[in-house]
Every structure is written in C-alpha cells, then in structure tokens.
C-alpha cells in the first residue's frame, strides 16, 4: 500500500452504438492504442451472416477478428490470435459467420490496428531489414466501415446444386439426341448390297461423335494396288489374325517408338519419302498398336490414384488446421462469395468442379460407344473398317477422359484451401490434358511411330517436377532459369528432330555430331530446299514460339511458374491443331458438320471461359490482405463468382475439345489410306 492517500476521479461514459446491426453500416476510427470491438446477435430468422469491413485507406495494416462472448476480450497485436477467426486486412476483409458456431447466438467483432505493416505487405521491421521503418512514423489511426449482412439461404445452396448437376445432365441428354438421330439417318442410308463379294461382307456406318463404328484399328496394312509404293499388300482375311483375339501383353512388348521386325528392312526407306501416305505408317500388327495404346488408359488411372490419395490428405490437413486455428490467412479465397458448407469453407469452388467429372465421364461413354460399335464391325470383316480411313485407337482418347475428370477432382482439392504451396495440384493433370491431346494430333497421321505410353508419362513427370522446382527457386533464383531455358530449348530441338524425321534420328551420344553434319552439308555446302517443307515450317514456327517462351521467363521470371509452364503446353497444342487443320484442307479433306459445329463451340465456349479466367479475385502472389482487396461479391444465383463460372465454362470447352479431336477425320472412313496424305 502507498503510505499515503492518492486522490483519483473515474470517468465511466456510456458507449453509443455498441451492438452492431444488421444492412446498417457503421463507422468508427482504430488505432494500436486504441482498439475497437463491438456485439452483435443473431436475429431470429437468420442462421448465417457475412462481415463486411472497408477502409479507403491500405495502410496501417489491421486484424478483424470474430470472438465468441468470453472474457476477457482479445484486442491486442500480441493476443488477437488466441481465440476466434480472424483475418489480416488493408482496404477489405469479409468473414462469413454462421449461427451453429454461436451457442449464445451473438458475438464479439474486433478491430485491432497493428503497430508495424509487414503483415499486410507494408514495409519490413527496422529489426529485421536494418533500415529505418518507413511506415512507423505514419499516424496510425484508420478509419473503417462495417456491414453485417445475412448470407445466403439453404435453399439457395440446393438451387445452385440443381443448377450445376442439371446444367452438365444436359449434355447427356444432347448426345442421346445427336445419337439416336445419327442412328436413325444410318438406317435410312443403309445398302446391303453396297458392297462387292470380293471385298468381303459388312456395312459402312460412317463415324459420329457419339455413335460411330470407325476402326481402333485392325490389321491395316497397306491398300492391295499395283500402284501402290514400296510393294505394299493388304492381307487377305483368310490371313488375318482373329478379330478379337489377343495375345500377353508380356509377349506384345515394344520399344518407345517401333515394331516392325518383319519389315525392319524397308522402314527406313518408307520413312523418308518425300510423300508419305497412311498406309505407310500403319504397317504393324494391329494387336500390338492396339495394346500399345491402351497402356496409356491404365497407366494414367495408377498416376491418378497415387496422385490424388496424398493431395486429399494434404488439403483436408489444410482445412482442419484453418477451422482449428481459425486463421483465415492460410487460404486464398473469395471471402465475398465464400459459402460455407460442414467443414469446406468455400463450397461453391468445389462444387463448380463438377463439369469435369461429368463431361468427363460422358466423353468415356462416348469413346465407349465408338469402341464397341468398331468391335461389331471387326467381327464382321467390314472392308471400310479394315482397310479405309484412320485407324482409330481409342487408348488415348479413354486416357484423356480419366484425365479431364482428374483434373475436376484436382482443382475441386486445390479450392478446398487455395494457395502458394499447392497449386500445382490445379495444374498438373493440365499439363497432361494438352500433352495427350497433342500425341492424338500425332497418332492420327503417325500410328505406328507414336511414343508409347511410358515414355510420354515419364516425360510429364520430369514437367511435373519442373513446375515443382519452379514453385520453389522460381522466384528470384536466376540460376534456375537459366537451366530451365537450357533444357526447354533443348528439348524443343530434340523433338523437332524426331518429328522432322519420322522418329529415324537417334537420340544418343551422337546426336550433336550428327546434327552439324546435316547443319553443314544442307545449309552451308550447298543450300538445298528441305525435303519436307510442311514439317519444316511447321517446325520453325514451332521452335520460335518456344524460344519467344524462353526469352521471355529469363528476362521477366513470371512468380506463377506452373501457369507458366501450362501456357507453353496449351500455345504448342493450339500450333499443332491450327496446322493439322490448315494441312487438311490443303490436301483437300472436307469438315462435316459434326466437327465443324464443335470448332466453333470450342473457340465460343473457351473465348467466353478465358474472360471469366482472367477477372482476378484473388492471387497468392500477394499477402493475404492484398489478395482480398481483389475480393467481388458473386454473379450468378448469388451462390458463384466469376472463377466458378470459369470452371463450367472451361469444362464445356474441353470436352468441345476432346470432341473435335474425336470426329476431325470422320470424313475420310471412305477414303483408302493409300490416298490419305501424312503431316
């Protein structure tokens, strides 16, 4: 006690507008000294509510936290952490609060201004940059806003089920249609004598999105014509093997790009003729072409599974440790269109995923279908199947379908808690989307010299784990992009020469000796014109805009890496399918209807998806508060925002995609494969 009496006075003021009411907003001012928190109840016909806090100013940074009614309240910087969810923020923050969490159905919301800004992005503490703090000697009071609003009803969240599941139903529905309509137009056409005896029994039905017969391919030798290049014979059917005999994979094994040990004679010379036709590239057994692309279906459900198992685990660590902790820093989401659901935070850009799974699921049904329909036809010995068209394997198209619904499931995993250290989760099976698209274009003039699957998913990994070691180093690190620049050129240039020369360019010690003799005998001795200009122009294009890729990431060092990398894949498949086109109507191919109407939805549908992917509500890239500055309300059924819609949208375009892929050729079932040019 003090050893004498002290005289005080105590002041006790009534506090104006404590309890905080809802579509009214309020305005006050805070500061590190002074620190604001004000009640809030729930009223009886609202169960969930969204905070909505503004400044017109970024700086200094605050914390607005959501704390039940306990004591003492937590409204300093060294405690407002210990209880509630809260948030770091600049100019907006906006926390969604639900009634269920709230036994006494009210509570504390508190405003705490920080003494330093590093936190929000402001400069870094003179303790810790060794310079004098430039933000420190600013008046550090600030003025905010905040706006209760009640959130959405549980009715719309079934509404905007409804609306995704039925939305994507439609398609089936579409394609059941187009099918039954394509069904009814082949009877019509139907001929049963349309057919020599000579040429065997069965019946053309011509190919179709959904119900075509086209082949996967059978023994497709070369069409029997004196005129035919090389001695080419097509093989009776009294030799063929039987249609739907098989043998051991194990016994079927092959190299990454050939098997044709009965032939290997004469491939080289095939190979490099100046015109080469189909028949000279599908010359193998069809058993081993047709086992050799079904790996690629196998194989990439194995990656999947070991894929998609630790990604769950990891992203359902994420979430537990936000809903524990109730540090709402930790994921980068739309706080303003955010709608909870148990556990997820932000429902909405899980359930947006759905289009993937279900157009995905629908492409394999589709590519089923086709598949089934060529097995009838091989049965029957149908000439048109045996020896005309493209031949058809359908082991990339299954792998594709698993992959666009991978990628649902992905992205769905990346939503549940979005950031820096995970995204490339959203990411990957992309790389493998454009990658299988690309060895499709490929297959379909080349079957028989297509990478086989192992080393084309061995060539995703090594991406893959680029992405990841540019997650990391590709920051700042210069060293990194110089390597990668190295590499990816390299690489650019390796597979130009497999594809300039049909795969007849080895690739071993040798190569660089190899590659100056031809530099110097066809360039500087004497400058002859190539022997395959398409390929040749297709190639420097080629080669250019991968070079531009380079130049680019070593002189800007883009933050995003993996959207980087994904942006080379999807210019190169974009390159290649605009040259197949240009090519295959320059070699006088038609486009029927089917294919034409899903080019044209496929630039719609993507054009209209690429607006929506570019309307930024959040970026990792940035703190936290930064990134919530991005934040806008939602735009459709008040249940998505614009990235939500970017998911349905970028579904629909991919399937338009695989779509086109699928029936490109349709027009040439007729046509004898001695007459299909190659490029």
Sequence with gaps: MAPFNIAYELLVTKLENFQLETNKAFNFTASPSQPQYFLYKFPQDVDSVIINVVSDAAYPCSVVSVQDIVCPVYDLDHNVEFNGVYQSMTKQAAITVQRKDFPGEQFFVVF?????DYACGGSVPSSIHGNVNRTWNLQRTKNLQVTIVPSIKKSVYVQAMFFSFLSFLSFYLGSVVVAFVHYIRV????SPGRLSPEHGSGMMTSSHPISASTPEGSSYGAIDESSSSGGRQRSSPEHRPPAGSDT????????????????????????????????????????IVSKKYKIYFWNIITIAVFYALPVIQLVITYQTVVNVTGNQDICYYNFLCAHPLGVLSAFNNILSNVGHMMLGFLFLLIVLRRDILH???METKDIYTLDYGIPKHFGLFYAMGIALMMEGVLSACYHVCPNYSNFQFDTSFMYMIAGLCMLKLYQTRHPDI??????????????????????????????????FSMIHVLASLALSTQIYYMGRFKIDMGIFRRAVMVLYTDCIQQCSRPM?????????????????????????????????????FICNLLLYLAFYIIMKLRSSEKLLPIPMFC?????????AALYFFFQTLSSWEETPAESREKNRPCILLGFFDDHDVWHFLSAAALFFSFLVLLTLDDDLDTVRRDKIPVF
């Design 112 to 116: 705490v201004i920080k003494p330093e």
């Design 450 to 483: 297509n990478a086989s699957a192992y080393s084309a998913y061995a060539s995703f990994a090594v991406v893959i784990s680029l992405a990841v070691l540019g997650v990391v180093f590709g920051k700042n690190d210069m060293w990194f992009w110089i390597i």
């Design 187 to 190: 009877q019509r056409k139907a």
């Design 599 to 607: 080019i044209v939805a496929t630039a719609v549908v993507w054009a």
């Design 532 to 568: 395959y200009m398409d390929r040749m122009v297709l190639l420097i294009v080629g080669n250019l805009v991968n070079w531009s890729f380079a130049i680019f990431g070593l002189v800007y060092r883009p933050r995003d890496f993996a959207s980087y990398i994904l942006g080379i």
């Design 248 to 287: 051991d994979s194990s016994v079927e094994e092959e190299s990454d790009f050939d098997t044709m040990p009965e032939i290997e004679s004469d491939k080289n010379i095939i190979r490099t003729k100046v015109f080469l036709y189909l028949s000279d590239l599908s010359r193998k057994d069809r058993r």
């Design 375 to 377: 097995h009838r036809a």
